[in-house]
């Protein structure tokens, strides 16, 4: 049963928070509940009781409590099971845990996941209060500053612990769906295929870095990999025959052995798939790079190395993967018209790709002039917002007036 020492809803009856600040106590242990609550509330706490997680999750709601303070060792569920919980509730209310059996791997997973402190029993009553008013403060503090953020249009990525990483991530999983850029032949802007890109409707989670970034922190790289090529797979096969298709890969995707398995998603489209990797990429051992990548082309897939020109990478690169196709970074393309020196760049790097036989995509294109200087120097294949924004599949090429 869950108590309060006033109000139901445990707002003072006109509707302000308590003074003290309210925090949701939870023990299994009646005496020990009685004494924490007590205490709390001799020092001006508000404090609403709880026994159990499942009480606990009944009485919680988003924004009520400024602070919790639970029992690490619950009968129905331990305490990181219902940290995890509250974080799908709830990404900042801190939590305070406390136990009376102590172990340094209870204490190291509670604090990994987010816990804000880790208390053992007894206690000193001026460290427990001190604790407790420090995350009520910090509660306080944190949702003062996601309501700001919010109201700046930044929230955006605002998930601080492992726990509500996991939390939001499992939901933005569920969210996630391709939008499709044209990419066209630069001699004649006929369709040559499209480029598959990631998108989530989770509003902490809509940006496809900070997707890639709670699942690299989660070690969960590989799912987000499978549900999207699973996905491309998906629409390509409502569409029926359509062009080449552009998937990135996280360098963790090039090993996922689903990748060559010709039942799963994509093997049985190899012929028609580029799988591209960022020259920014850190790909490991060079001899298992090397192989892998031989193994993906003798299965029909080509490779392409992304981002070409965005910053110092080796060339390391192309020596393992050996790609069909380079991708020139956008923010060489950009202005390239009218900045004499990244068309010296741009000129350097496709005679550079001619003479190894590599085919150059030229990305970002968004004026005629910026394509017709691609056009001049060589580009093969060009994408950009002069021929498509990225929509659902299959978006049609927008044809430039400079074809004429």
């Known amino acids: 049963m869950v108590e309060s020492n006033s109000c139901r809803d445990g707002e003072r009856r006109d509707g302000s928070q308590p003074a003290g600040g309210r925090v949701l106590v939870v023990d299994d242990y009646p005496e020990a509940l009685e ?23 009944a009485a919680f709601q988003p924004g009520l409590f400024d602070a919790i303070v639970a029992d690490i060792g619950l009968p129905d569920m331990n305490g990181v099971e219902l940290l995890l919980e509250i974080r799908k509730r709830d990404l900042d209310v801190p939590v305070v845990f406390v136990t009376g059996a102590p172990s340094l791997e209870t204490a190291v997973a509670a604090l990994r996941h987010g816990a804000l ?8 009553l001026d460290e427990f209060v001190s604790v407790t008013r420090r995350a009520i403060q910090l509660g306080r503090l944190a949702a003062i500053k996601r309501r700001a953020l919010e109201a700046s249009g930044l929230s955006e990525g605002l998930v601080a612990d492992l726990a509500g990483t996991s939390a939001r991530f499992e939901q933005a999983l569920a969210r996630i769906h391709m939008v499709f850029q044209p990419i066209v ?23 496809p870095g900070t997707v890639l970034s709670a699942a690299e922190r989660l070690e969960r790289v590989l799912e987000v990999g499978r549900i999207v090529r699973w996905r491309v797979a998906e629409a390509v096969a409502s569409a029926g025959q359509i062009a080449n298709v552009f998937i990135n890969l996280h360098p963790l995707d090039l090993f996922d052995p689903q990748l060559s398995d010709r039942q799963q998603s994509l093997g049985a489209m190899a012929d028609r798939v580029v799988l591209e990797i960022t020259e920014r990429a850190q790909l490991g051992d060079p001899g298992l790079v090397a192989a892998r990548s031989a193994e993906l082309r003798k299965l029909g897939f080509r490779l392409a190395i992304d981002d070409l020109g965005s910053g110092y990478a080796s060339l390391s690169s192309f020596v393992l993967l050996e790609p069909q196709i380079v991708k020139i970074d956008m923010s060489l393309v950009r202005d390239v018209d009218h900045i004499p ?48 924004r990225p929509a659902p599949p299959f978006p049609s090429v927008c044809w430039p007036a400079v074809q004429a």
């Open 35 to 57: 004494f924490m609550a007590r205490v709390l509330e001799r020092s001006g706490v508000h404090v609403v009781r709880a026994t159990t997680a499942q009480e606990t999750l």
């Open 117 to 124: 402190q880790y208390l053992t029993k007894p206690f000193a």
């Open 185 to 207: 032949r630069a001699k004649d802007y006929s369709l040559y295929g499209y480029e598959a890109l990631l998108r989530c409707a989770d509003p902490l989670l809509k940006h």
């Open 341 to 388: 020196t990244k068309r010296k760049l741009m000129r350097s790097l496709v005679d550079l790709c001619r003479e190894m036989c590599i085919d150059i995509l030229a990305e970002g294109v968004e004026t005629e002039a910026e394509c017709q200087v691609c056009q001049e120097l060589g580009c093969d294949l060009m994408q950009g917002y002069l021929f498509g």
